[in-house]
């Protein structure tokens, strides 16, 4: 049996994806990013609710001062940047795809009423753009 088409975020997206509370500290979230793979993760409050957004690079610096400087380790909260890029279930694949050449992100998290439902990223993109080239 074949593999349906993707058409649209909700067909490609990861549902089960790492997510992170604005009070963790940036050294569990960059193990969690290591440890997970990734450039970066949504910041979602108690009831799952997309806050924010951080990445690799938001604390790079923060994690080399509190190695090498045995400074304290902020807060995901004072790093992470609460304007985020964000997209629903419902969005084609071709259109975010064609939004990603102007937009950076590495990562989109999948909203649905607020809510962190999953996450998409430009690899999840580019490998469904190349499944519906075959068919």
């Known amino acids: 049996m074949a593999t349906p088409t993707p058409h649209n975020v ?15 500290s940036i050294t569990t979230l960059a193990q969690g990013l290591a440890l997970h793979r990734l450039p970066g993760a949504p910041v979602v409050d108690r009831h799952d609710n997309l806050i924010g957004f951080i990445s690799e690079q938001d ?34 694949i071709t259109d ?4 990603m050449l102007g937009a950076k992100p590495k990562i989109y998290p999948v909203v649905e009423q607020r809510r962190l439902v999953g996450i998409v990223t430009r690899r999840d993109i580019l490998v469904a753009l190349l499944t519906i080239r075959r068919h």
């Open 10 to 24: 909700r067909d490609i997206m990861s549902r089960d994806c790492y997510r992170v509370s604005p009070e963790m």
């Open 59 to 92: 604390v790079l610096g923060r994690v080399l001062d509190s190695i090498y400087h045995d400074d304290e380790a902020p807060l995901v909260k004072e790093l992470m940047r609460n304007e985020v890029l964000s997209v629903t279930p419902a969005k084609s």
């Open 96 to 99: 975010l795809a064609q939004e």
